[in-house]
């Protein structure tokens, strides 16, 4: 049987760099040289723990060599650099007709790909996604649709409701989508029984969330 062993020289301390492979530019000169690498680095300060984690690094415009993948020992998989955003609305604001800006409480916005005062998520890569929303309602029958570049794309729509009583509703859905599309909520009010239309709420009764699945 075949193989290549790559020995590192016997450093057992935790997160040090056992061994690698490199891959690079003969043509080009200092940190643009190398343009991806995987790399194996030690778990634990324990030189009988075979424990390891792989990383998986790319050159990314401009010379930045950094990890975009990491395989854990536990043989978990994380991307820093995957797009993911989860928003709050810190009011209670009604919408008739309208898109929903306003998100002044964003937990976390990897990349920033989303902009709170707006609203909008743009896709920085072609690929799956995936969309969730809660909000409030007391129309007694409002939209709220997932748009991408102004075209509604999922719509949720409550009914059965024949009174004036506050609901809260969620709903997700997936979307292909190309790079630069941008996505947005657009709520309407059909029919109320008070002055309060559609109503994305504050705190716990308004959030949208977004990520790249792949």
């Known amino acids: 049987t075949a193989m290549l062993n790559l020995i590192g020289d016997g450093n057992d301390t935790a997160d040090t760099r056992v061994a690698s492979v490199f891959f690079n530019d003969a043509s080009a000169t200092g940190a643009g040289a190398t343009l991806a690498g995987v790399e194996a680095y030690r778990a634990t300060n324990n030189a009988t ?26 043989g978990y998989t994380t991307k820093p650099n995957q797009p993911a955003f989860f928003a709050r609305h810190t009011s209670a604001s009604a919408y008739n007709n309208q898109y ?48 991408v570049n102004t ?48 109503h994305m709420g504050g705190g716990l009764w308004g959030h949208f969330s977004g990520f790249l699945i792949g």
């Open 49 to 74: 723990d075979p424990g390891a984690d792989m990383v998986f690094s790319t050159n990314s415009n401009g010379g930045a060599y950094t990890e975009k993948m990491r395989i854990s020992s536990e």
């Open 100 to 147: 929903v800006d306003g998100w002044t409480s964003i937990t976390f916005n990897i990349g920033n790909h989303f902009a709170g005062s707006t609203g909008i998520f743009t896709a920085p890569v072609a690929g799956k996604y995936f969309f969730s929303v809660m909000w409030d309602a007391n129309a007694i029958r409002s939209t709220l649709d997932i748009q």
């Open 151 to 198: 075209v509604s794309m999922i719509r949720y729509e409550p009914t059965g409701r024949t009174d004036d009583t506050w609901e809260t509703h969620a709903y997700s859905g997936s979307l292909n989508l190309a790079a630069n599309d941008a996505v947005r909520l657009y709520g309407r009010m059909h029919s109320q029984s008070s002055n309060n239309p559609y």
